[in-house]
């Protein structure tokens, strides 16, 4: 009888731990959940699977049976829709919180969105006080309003969207260089020229003590980059086609919407040209392709800026995008100026430099589309700018890029190969010392050449329409503001 017993214990045991064992072993084999950004769970990636998703609470729904969740993770301007029971609720669920979901991805039955995520998990992850948080979930925020948060600004949708479309615009251009054979240069930031010749720069020092016998850390006083063309005119003589991309710096009262002390330039070489139509068709080609790379890549954060932020604009841009861009030369523009009714503040002359209400005037007098500015005063232009010797009226063989809402964009010229007028001109200036290095490149196998530079921030508001260019840009740094 108790062996009887002993037996049966037996058994049942053995059936206990070989249900333990299974239970763990299904447990262990369970598909660890895909992670997925909200971008790759919208095109609908992994569908049927069991998925993790990482963001921040775009808005709450709490309702009687169910919890609906939008949560966003900066990869798209579209938020992921998260449907949880109400057991899954968290009193720190709130707009602005970060959270970790776990769950089915499914086909939603909703048209207006493609996917929805069945959560059987969701957890906080940080926390947000939406009393404390600037902004709030119901309230559509102004591009001047968000400027006062530099630190929690990417949060927003309209400059979230702005981040989106800058990385895609740099991808663009790149990708355009690339494919049309020319060679990207590091350009120094840390410099003893001064390219542009206004003065305007940031002397950098050791913070530390020196020593003695030395004046500056260089050997001459150094400065922060105003351009990175002279050095790519020292790699013109060695690469055909050459570009840089990076930052640049100007010390000039930039607390306007046009101006900042540090911002993003492209700028260009190309060798054996002697033609300014060369260095015109890269720019138009280069603003073309990336901005058609743009539209195509960042179609709901552009529409974004062109129905909410800057509406109508859309209509200016494809206008852009397809028409040729028109040559004038500025002994024309500055006849179309003075046959103008319009008051300008600054008058017009021939030898007057001109400025951004001139610019926007011959911007819309050409149909509202860019338009290329050739042929400046030969005093107006920097040293480098070849001489068109030509008389009475003395020009350079320069040019602007002008455009829609902006004025200036693009500036270059074909640089000056000539060594004796070369050499004349620096020494007219008092240069000569200082630039040698210069004169060499043209000693020792010279070519014709010519180069431009673009302002990327200014770029961008060409494209989007924005009128503040502390706007485009992730961390503004203009005179008397706050550093983070």
């Not at 963001?55 to 949560?71: C, D, E, T, Y």
């Amino acid at each position: 009888m108790f062996q009887a017993a002993a037996k049966t214990l037996s058994v049942a045991s053995t059936s206990s731990v070989s249900r333990a064992i299974l239970f763990s072993l299904r447990h262990y084999c369970k598909k660890t959940p895909t992670k997925l950004r909200v971008s790759e769970a919208l095109s609908g990636a992994e569908l049927g699977e069991n998925v993790k998703v990482q963001g921040w609470v775009r808005s709450v729904r709490p309702q009687k049976a169910n919890l609906f969740i939008h949560v966003s993770d900066g990869s798209s301007l579209q938020p992921l829709q998260i449907i949880a029971g109400s057991e899954l609720n968290d009193p720190l669920l709130t707009f602005g919180s970060a959270i970790e979901v776990t769950g089915i991805l499914k086909k939603s039955p909703h048209q207006k969105q493609p996917v929805e995520l069945e959560a059987d998990r969701v957890r906080v992850v940080g926390e947000c006080n939406p009393v404390d948080f600037p902004f709030k979930i119901k309230e559509r925020h102004g591009l001047e309003y968000i400027r006062q948060f530099p630190h929690l600004r990417c949060r927003t949708n309209a400059f979230s969207s702005l981040l989106r479309i800058r990385s895609e615009a740099t991808t663009a251009i790149h990708s355009y260089f690339k494919d049309n054979g020319f060679m990207q240069i590091h350009t120094p930031i840390i410099t003893s020229n001064d390219c542009e010749g206004a003065g305007e720069l940031f002397q950098v020092e050791p913070s530390g003590p020196v020593h003695e016998e030395d004046e500056h850390f260089f050997s001459v006083p150094a400065f922060l980059t105003v351009s990175g063309q002279l050095h790519l005119e020292v790699m013109s003589g060695a690469f055909s086609r050459v570009y840089t991309f990076g930052p640049t710096f100007r010390a000039e009262n930039s607390q306007s919407r046009r101006h900042l002390a540090e911002f993003y330039m492209v700028e260009a070489e190309v060798s054996f040209t002697e033609s300014l139509e060369d260095l015109t068709k890269v720019m138009e080609d280069m603003f073309r392709s990336a901005t058609e790379h743009v539209l195509a890549h960042c179609a709901e954060d552009v529409d974004l800026f062109h129905k909410h932020v800057t509406p109508g604009h859309r209509d200016t841009l494809d206008a852009m995008v397809k028409k040729r861009f028109p040559v004038i030369t500025y002994s024309e523009a500055i006849d179309i100026l003075n046959s103008s009714s319009q008051k300008f503040t600054f008058p017009t002359y021939w030898g007057c430099d001109l400025q951004t209400e001139h610019e926007k005037y011959l911007v819309k007098h050409c149909g509202n589309i860019p338009v290329f500015v050739t042929d400046y005063p030969y005093d107006l232009k920097p040293f480098y700018a070849r001489d068109n010797q030509d008389h009475p009226e003395h020009t350079a063989a320069a040019v602007d890029l002008l455009v829609p809402g902006v004025g200036e964009l693009c500036g270059g010229s074909l640089r000056e190969e000539r060594l004796d007028l070369l050499s004349a001109r620096l020494q007219e200036v008092g240069l000569e010392d200082t630039y040698s290095w210069y004169l060499d490149l043209r000693r020792f196998g010279s070519v014709p050449h010519g180069g431009f530079g673009l302002g990327f921030e200014r770029y961008l508001q060409c494209i989007l329409g924005v009128d503040n260019i502390k706007d485009v840009i992730p961390f503004p740094r203009f005179s008397h503001s706050c550093l983070l």
